[in-house]
């Protein structure tokens, strides 16, 4: 059960959050549907052209199919993790990509109403040099962390004023505790 955070909630030792995609599951069903069809051309095929365009076939169905259902699978949703040495992102089922950034790089962090795949060329791990890199995998709010390199980050992710507040609070100097007499 997700629960928001409001402005006077203690910050969490571990923030978590994350943003999914349905749409890629379409995709990675087109992506499937390809392999099938190159393992069905591959098992049950009597091409009279010849072995070569069969195997031509075979091999750009399946490579397609797979290029296209790892591809999307990778998007589907995106996993942000802050802790207090660092933040963590992780991308689709089995984490990868995945970009670990120590808080000690982050010079800063803003609230992003609305990312779209359309500003960053599409849905994915994206770099664009005007822009920064992004991982966006659906429309909506993000993330933006100024990088001390000069270098920006964006990650589309639900609850990201949360976020924001989570890594600005990280952000901040320690004060010191009690002067010793």
Known sequence: MRHRHGENAPIPDVWTGRATNRVQWLLALIGAACMALGITLAVDSAWESGIAPL?????????????????????????????????????????????????SHVA???????????????????WRPEKGTAVVVRRGEGVILRLWDGHTFTITVDDAEVAVRVIKERLRPKSPGPAAH
């Open 55 to 103: 195997v031509m076939a075979v091999v750009g169905c399946i490579a397609a199919g797979l290029l296209v259902l790892f591809g999307t699978l990778a998007f589907v949703h995106v996993a942000l993790r802050v802790d207090q040495e660092c933040l963590e992102v992780r991308c689709g089922h089995i984490g990868v990509p995945r970009r670990r950034i120590p808080l």
């Open 108 to 126: 800063g962090a803003e609230f992003a109403p609305l990312v779209t795949p359309r500003h960053w060329g599409g849905w994915g791990y994206r």
